[in-house]
């Protein structure tokens, strides 16, 4: 393509998405992507301490009234967003496409994506009944356990499959009632700041999902020692330094802190993508995950005329 | 008092009737002699027998199926909270006997528990759990002369619940399977535990019984001031027969735990204690891919409506804060009370606090007993200092307490607000402080205003508003119109810094299993 | 006047009852509990085979419980039918023991208030220093508390000097909330007792049912300043069920209503149980009812 063909195909700014709207970072800094082929793809933005602070204002704004929501309704939300995925798929496949995947990776991450937020769609409705007890205590009282949300969680998403990997992490979250922050992965940020848009035109309440890029190192520490995050999600591909700042940082709060293995190294996108991303399919339906961010409360109530 | 006007009774055509019966009883004195005078009437010492109850002044460790020898140097002193005298010398635990411990845990694990049926383990749970149904006179004795918790509650709460909890436990030891559906289910291996000296073997059967459950095998620490009943149920275990180092009972200090928390032989911890200690453990198994549970401090709030059943809602609070000398993680120690019954309520509470006896723990009619430790003791007089520096009006209990040993009075707090230190923290004594509150919303906002989320407790009379306040209450555990329930099918733990994980019922099993994926099914 | 409706939750009114019931009383606190509950007691014969005979002998067991020990107490009352009280009330005049009558169409209550109101004063000139009336169940069951306050508040007028007490029959109401609700209503009419059961009723007098009693003539003292008596009959036939209860009215109303002024029993086979406890207190060996007259 020409110089001029190309200025007639309009970029994408990508942004953060905070609230339900596309702020930039408040440091104004930002970190350049390529494609697979060298060229200037978008600049990112690298958010900051500050980035996380609104995220968080905002997200324990919405967790309550996501929390309340019937489990009916919010099964219809996450599935109005396998609509509107579905509607724009070729759009992410090219995305995906751009950074390196082969159109055949790219179509099953897809296809992957889809079926992942469908399969979680229909578990809001079920987490009670399958994991929910009535406890038959040895006295005159009613006793009866369910599974509450455990509030603003943050996820670190894995560097690849750029989108599967953090809808692995964030639908267990919508579905337990969570609100949540999940940054990027860095190298491959792109398809998660366009999934921004198909929740922004979904039905999935503003700050619910919030999505910040940037740079993990930078971002943990600020992830961590916020004393209004819940529960913190990272997968274990990241390093070990990484995860041992977590599990301790997180003891500040006693942020409930897990690893899921939700995805791989870019690396391996390119050499055995097909395979790892139908084991990553296979294994991110996991509805234990939902038990992961969610609190058990138990109930007392006498039993009497 | 608290009214429920939906169906006022008119009787007012004979009002007029109550003035003839004012006159009439006016008219009707009765004679009244010696013989109807009300008499003065106090309960006689009611001691339980201390006969059938044996214990060794001088303990070793129990490792890998048997004591070591009493060593004189390292040794630590138990008292009597309720005399303050010397009660036995135990065996301090160093970093050797630690490691002793864990090895012969682990051992344990892989040649024989780790891989038995779980139809056996659960055999030799259920022989446990029947044990100590027979021992449960003797070990309801030491329980209380160790830790000074009334007989009464030792007796009928603290035993059969330990009980309870291996036989609950012993069921599911077979059935693993139907707990995790779609899960392959297997032990972790050696598990460390620690737990505290509110309720000892409670506490032990809470962190026992699931874990052998489970196919895991244990190194258990109990609390400094609390080994006795631990050490008797080690005896027990020996009875029974239990494999050698499936239990290995280390006693100790805080230091002791230490060695347990950083031995690299354990899988996991189970720790039930302060929320200080919990956050210091969490961080010092972090990158050793340790799994952990945590079950510590809790600040409950007790909110009753101005439509509750009150007498019932009084009689609850006692139970929420006068149980066990309020040595209660999930104590309702927070009295929120709507404004329309709020002087009533204190009222009562009042009256029924003037009937509770201090004393002598091992009384059957005690109903608060010795302060665990001189150090307990001094913390929650402090806190109380501190409430009245804060501008907090106190009332105690009247009534004689003995002279020697560690106790203190019931206590109420009034005058005192959010902001007040003795609202914000943990006392973990018979402390209890009232504030009011005017609205639903309030009460929700009052209850959750804590870093804590143990427990809270609901009185209304209302079905629809306990379960609209319950669910925004955040806490593992939402008691309506009762406190203090426990029982082994019913999950118990923390929201925020309270802890994580659950013990009992089907979720207790989680922090003792690893799980696998089993589904072959297209999915 | 307006009746609330007190909201009471039974199993925390259980959990209250054993906790009262863990109460371990012995040595002196039990023999003084003993001597209290035999002069609390209503000692009492209410079949339609009472004759004068079986009614002096009742008599003569309120006034020598039991021969064998000095400093036996005797009892507060006894306790008969309408045309026994004359007789009862001759061989009791020199004591202090009372004559207490049921009246009101007892036990029942299933007549016109008129009959109910003749009944009444008829025991009252035959003597009788007690009234034990039956409120109206079926009136009060279907709401209409008007009439069950109207017939009491009229009792109490035609007893005169006589002591009134309710009988609530509490077996026959179905919740505590109206055994809490009819003892207001009873103590608002004009009530100097209330009391839970005629004895002809199962159940009659229980744990959680006098809790609820007692805790109502609590409130009633704390809104009024009146001190009503409370009377639990039937079904107390221990020794051990009636220290029991003077626990209950310790921890509840406290230790001004330890009197017979405020607190009866009503029964009839709890006396021998009580002497038998006395005798084992005070000689260390159990006993055998073969050696306690069974008046």
């Known amino acids: ?305 | 008092m608290g009214k429920r006007k939906d169906g006022p009774i008119s009787v007012s055509k004979l009002f007029f009737k109550r003035l003839v019966r004012t006159i009439n009883i006016i008219m009707s004195q009765k004679k009244s002699d010696s013989s109807t005078m009300p008499i003065h009437w106090e309960y006689a010492h009611a001691p339980e027998s201390t006969d059938h109850v044996q214990y060794e002044m001088q303990y070793g460790l129990f490792i890998d199926g048997a004591f070591s020898d009493y060593d004189p140097s390292k040794s630590f002193d138990s008292v009597n909270p309720a005399t303050g005298e010397l009660l036995y010398q135990c065996t301090q635990a160093d970093e050797k006997d630690v490691d002793t411990a864990v090895k012969a845990a682990r051992k344990a694990y892989e040649e024989h528990w780790g891989s038995i049926k779980g139809s056996i383990r659960g055999k030799y749970l259920y022989r446990i759990a029947r044990m100590l149904q027979e021992r449960a006179r003797e070990f309801a004795v030491l329980e209380s002369l160790d830790g000074g918790k009334p007989i009464r509650e030792s007796r009928d709460i603290d035993i059969p619940l330990a009980a309870a909890y291996f036989f609950y436990y012993a069921g599911w030891a077979d059935k693993l399977a139907y707990a995790f559906p779609a899960k392959k289910v297997t032990p972790l291996g050696v598990c460390g535990q620690i737990i505290p000296w509110n309720f000892p073997l409670l506490m032990l059967a809470w962190k026992i019984a699931p874990a052998l459950a489970c196919g895991n095998t244990v190194v258990l620490k109990p609390a400094e001031t609390t080994s006795l009943t631990a050490l008797k149920f080690c005896e027990l275990l020996q009875d029974i027969g239990l494999p050698n180092g499936v239990v290995n009972l280390i006693t100790g200090p805080g230091q002791t735990g230490e060695y347990l928390v950083n031995h690299d032989g354990i899988d996991k911890i189970a720790f039930t204690g302060s929320t200080g200690v919990g956050k210091k453990i969490q961080q010092s198994i972090a990158g050793r891919n340790i799994k952990s549970t945590l079950e510590l401090g809790g600040k409950g709030a007790y909110i009753i409506f101005e439509d509750a059943s009150l007498n019932e809602a009084v009689e609850g609070i006692v139970n929420a804060i006068f149980f066990n000398q309020g040595h209660v993680c999930c104590a309702g120690s927070r009295l929120l009370v709507q404004e329309g019954v709020a002087d009533r309520v204190i009222e009562l509470l009042k009256q029924r606090m003037a009937t509770l006896i201090v004393g002598d723990p091992l009384d059957k009619n005690t109903d608060v007993g010795a302060i665990n430790s001189q150090n307990q003791l001094n913390t929650i007089q402090r806190y109380v200092d501190i409430g009245l520096e804060e501008g907090a009006e106190c009332f105690q209990c009247e009534g004689n307490i003995p002279s020697s040993g560690f106790y203190f009075r019931p206590t109420l707090l009034t005058n005192v607000s959010q902001s007040s230190k003795v609202v914000q923290e943990e006392i973990f004594g018979p402390v209890l402080t009232v504030q009011t509150f005017r609205t639903t919303q309030e009460a929700i906002d009052k209850a959750n205003n804590t870093p804590y989320g143990l427990a809270n407790g609901i009185w209304t009379d209302k079905g629809s508003k306990i379960f609209h306040v319950g669910s925004q209450l955040r806490s593992g555990v939402v008691w309506s119109n009762t406190y203090n329930k426990f029982d082994p099918t019913s999950p118990f733990g923390g929201y925020k810094e309270s802890g994580k994980g659950r013990e009992g019922g089907v979720q207790g099993l989680a922090p003792y299993v690893h799980l696998e994926s089993n589904v072959e099914a297209e999915i | 006047m307006i009746l609330d409706r007190i909201p009471i939750d039974a199993i925390g009114v259980q959990e209250r009852v054993d906790r009262i019931c863990s109460r371990s009383i012995k040595k002196e606190s039990k023999l003084q509990a003993l001597d209290l509950a035999l002069r609390m007691m209503d000692l009492t014969t209410l079949e339609g085979s009472d004759s004068a005979g079986k009614v002096r002998q009742l008599c003569n067991k309120a006034m020598h419980p039991y021969t064998e020990l000095p400093n036996i107490p005797s009892v507060a009352a006894v306790c008969v039918y309408p045309n026994r009280v004359k007789l009862a009330k001759e061989i009791l005049k020199d004591s202090a023991i009372n004559v207490a009558s049921v009246a009101t169409a007892f036990p029942s209550g299933m007549s016109s208030l008129e009959i109910k109101l003749d009944d009444v004063r008829y025991a009252v000139q035959e003597g009788a220093d007690e009234i034990d009336m039956v409120i109206s169940r079926g009136a009060f069951l279907s709401g209409d508390y008007a009439l069950v306050y109207d017939e009491i508040a009229q009792i109490k007028e035609a007893c005169a000097h006589a002591h009134l007490k309710v009988i609530l029959e509490t077996g026959e109401l179905g919740s505590l909330e109206h055994v809490r609700m009819a003892s207001d209503l009873a103590m608002e009419a004009g009530a100097d007792f209330i009391k839970t059961s005629t004895g002809k009723i199962q159940p009659a007098a229980t744990m959680p049912v006098v809790l609820v009693m007692l805790q109502a003539i609590r409130d009633f003292h704390h809104k009024t300043g009146k001190t009503i008596g409370m009377k639990p009959a039937g079904g107390i036939r221990t020794s051990k069920q009636a220290i029991q209860y003077l626990v209950m009215v310790k921890e509840i109303l406290g230790e001004k209503w330890l009197t017979p002024d405020l607190f009866r029993f009503g029964a009839s086979s709890l006396a021998n149980d009580v002497l038998m406890q006395w005798v084992k207190e005070k000689t260390g060996r159990y006993q055998s009812l073969n050696y306690f007259s069974n008046d």
Request: charge should be negative; hydrophobic fraction near 40%; glycine fraction near 6%.
């Open chain 1, 1 to 305: 393509m020409s110089r001029e063909q190309e200025l007639l195909i309009i970029p994408k700014t990508y942004k953060n998405y905070v609230g339900g709207a596309f702020p930039r970072t408040e440091s104004g800094r930002y970190y350049k992507l390529n494609s697979v082929d060298g060229k200037h793809l978008a600049n990112v933005c690298l958010s900051t301490r500050k980035d996380i602070r609104n995220a968080v204002q905002v997200a324990r704004k919405a967790q309550a009234s996501w929390q309340n929501r019937t489990a009916y309704n919010q099964g219809q939300i996450i599935y109005r967003i396998a609509e509107i995925l579905s509607g724009r798929r070729h759009q992410f496949e090219a995305e995906l496409e751009s950074l390196g995947y082969s159109k055949e990776v790219a179509q099953l991450e897809l296809e992957s994506a889809i079926d992942l937020i469908v399969y979680f769609a229909g578990w809001t409705d079920k987490v009670q009944q399958v994991f929910g007890a009535v406890n038959p205590v040895a006295s005159h009282h009613f006793n009866f356990s369910r599974q509450e949300a455990v509030g603003v969680v943050g996820m670190l998403a894995p560097e690849a499959p750029a989108l599967l990997g953090a809808l692995a992490m964030l639908l267990p979250n919508m579905v337990a009632g969570n609100s949540s922050i999940i940054i990027a992965s860095e190298k491959l940020a792109l398809p998660l700041c366009t999934f921004a848009e198909v929740l922004e035109t979904s039905d999935v309440p503003a700050g619910v999902v919030n999505i910040l890029t940037g740079k993990k190192e930078e971002l943990v520490g600020h992830f961590v020692s916020h004393m209004d995050v819940d529960a913190l999600i990272a997968d274990p591909t990241l390093s070990f330094e990484l995860r041992k700042e977590l599990e301790v940082g997180s003891t500040s709060n006693l942020k409930r802190l897990h690893f899921w293995a939700t995805g791989c190294t870019v690396d391996e996108i390119h050499s055995t993508g097909k395979s790892v991303i139908e084991n990553m399919a296979k294994s991110a339906k996991d509805p234990y995950r939902i038990l992961d961010v969610q609190e058990v409360k138990t109930t007392w109530h006498p039993i009497s005329e």
